[in-house]
């Protein structure tokens, strides 16, 4: 199992630009997550999703837009990138419910830059 | 009032010592407790997982959950160097909820 990948592992931007980041999991995760990680604030929710064909808004959305199409797949677009979401981007998943084998995964991380 | 409250730290102790974490919170819902450890570049990864009150040990790590004051902690004894990292309290929501962490660099 390669668990919680996520692509691309480093990008700079230039103020204005789009991308769109990766995340893929293989573990049948139903719940799925993208946050931001800057200095100071801790992880903060960007988006999440409870299943295929779902999305939510989670502490942070603006400017971010996101995607389930498939049940593996979770994608964060920036349509307009500004140099305030420089950051740190994580993906994680976890299974369906509560208790002690609902064990959320992180991915490794994607390292933005805005310029 | 934060969900969550953890002390950011940074933390330095020397080799040896004897490590307290904690974390506070405020919705007496929550029955799952977690600790993730996260070394620098890296993503977190769960390292302690408790439910509802009381203490479980691993190793050199011990989880302990105070529901009545609604204050969780995590000791580490004979701290290493490789502890060297930030630790992340969360509580099982949807989503989890997690503190900021607290980075703490232990000192050969």
């Known amino acids: 199992n390669a668990g919680v990948t996520q692509t691309p592992k480093f990008r700079v931007l230039k103020t204005g630009q789009s991308m769109t980041l990766l995340c893929a999991q293989d573990m049948n995760h139903e719940y799925m997550y993208w946050y931001r990680q800057d200095p100071g604030m801790g992880l903060r929710l960007i988006h999440y999703?409870?299943?295929?064909?779902?999305?939510a808004k989670g502490e942070v959305p603006d400017g971010y837009n996101v995607s389930r199409l498939k049940k593996q797949n979770f994608l964060l677009g920036l349509e307009s990138a500004a140099p305030s979401q420089t950051s740190v981007y994580f993906c994680a998943s976890r299974p369906y419910g509560q208790g002690l084998n609902n064990e959320q995964f992180f991915g490794p991380g994607t390292r933005l830059t805005v310029l | 009032q934060k969900e969550v409250e953890q002390d950011p730290g940074p933390l330095s102790v020397p080799e040896g010592a004897i490590v307290s974490l904690n974390c506070t919170y405020s919705n007496s819902a929550f029955q799952y407790f977690m600790w993730y450890r996260q070394y620098s570049r890296k993503g977190p990864e769960l390292l302690m997982y408790?439910?509802?009150?009381g203490n479980k040990e691993d190793g050199r790590f011990t989880a302990q959950v105070d529901k009545s004051s609604k204050y969780i902690s995590l000791f580490i004894r004979d701290s290493q160097p490789s502890d060297s990292a930030t630790y992340l309290c969360?509580?099982?929501?949807?989503?989890?909820?997690f503190g900021k962490g607290t980075r703490l660099s232990v000192i050969a």
């Open positions: 999703s409870v299943g295929e064909g779902t999305t």
């Open positions: 408790t439910y509802s009150s």
């Open positions: 969360a509580m099982m929501g949807t989503p989890l909820v």
